[in-house]
């Protein structure tokens, strides 16, 4: 089946620094990939949209200087905090959809600690 | 606006039994499937089931069935035989095409021993 692999797992950085995650689909391409976050007994709240070539899209109230995020290529997405501050500590997850799916294959996600 | 409520933030079960999870999702879209989704401790999200909306047999998988009524918009899951391994936190979700998923707030289900 579809699997998506996500790295890291667990990121701790300092205040003011960057970190990159990353999103990959294994074994069929992803045209679109969604980036969520989820505060802790919450549900998954979308961030961005973004589409293999193009420009992310970006849900309302999310800061597209603060989150990166690149679609380089059909298997690779990345998502970039840029600055990071405390209120960032999160938990990130990213999904990826092919052509005939609905984008329901999740990675395992990362938990981001900014200190 | 498309919306999914889950009325029970939390539910307990003894192991063995039987539990249902209640879900209800307005949309004006005719065609859209419908999904749960598990989360476990390790938070990741592991699907459970998923339902087109065009079918109108529930869908099964092992010990997981769905109630699905779409004239009332509920998407009932119901779980037979609990084990100790189903609890985990449980996201009831919607897409439609073109749009993005919509997900609910998620049932907290405890398996108890």
């Known amino acids: 089946g579809a699997v998506v692999s996500q790295h890291p797992s667990r990121v701790i950085c300092k205040s003011g620094t960057s970190v990159k995650i990353e999103c990959r689909s294994l074994d069929f391409q992803a045209t679109t990939m969604f980036w969520y976050r989820q505060f802790p007994k919450q549900s998954l709240m979308l961030m961005a949209t973004s589409n293999e070539g193009s420009k992310a899209t970006y849900e309302q109230g999310v800061e597209k200087d603060k989150f990166l995020i690149n679609h380089a290529s059909l298997t690779l997405s990345t998502l970039t905090v840029t600055s990071a501050h405390p209120e960032d500590s999160s938990f990130y997850i990213c999904?990826?959809?092919?052509?005939?799916?609905?984008?329901?294959?999740f990675g395992s996600g990362t938990r981001l600690t900014v200190v | 606006a498309q919306t999914v409520t889950q009325s029970q933030p939390e539910m307990s079960v003894q192991e063995a039994e039987t539990v249902t999870l209640s879900c209800t999702y307005d949309?004006?879209?005719?065609?859209?499937?419908l999904f749960w989704y598990k989360q476990p401790p390790s938070r990741q999200m592991i699907l459970v089931i998923r339902?087109?909306?065009?079918?109108?047999q529930n869908a099964t998988e092992n010990r997981f069935s769905v109630n699905f009524q779409k004239a009332a918009k509920s998407f009932s899951l119901k779980i037979s035989d609990s084990q100790l391994g189903d609890t985990a936190m449980y996201f009831c979700?919607?897409?439609?095409?073109?749009?993005?998923?919509?997900f609910g707030p998620g049932t907290r289900l405890s398996v108890l021993p």
């Open positions: 999904s990826a959809a092919g052509q005939a799916d609905y984008g329901y294959t």
């Open positions: 339902q087109e909306a065009y079918k109108q």
């Open positions: 949309t004006s879209e005719n065609n859209y499937y």
């Open positions: 979700a919607f897409i439609t095409y073109g749009q993005n998923f919509v």
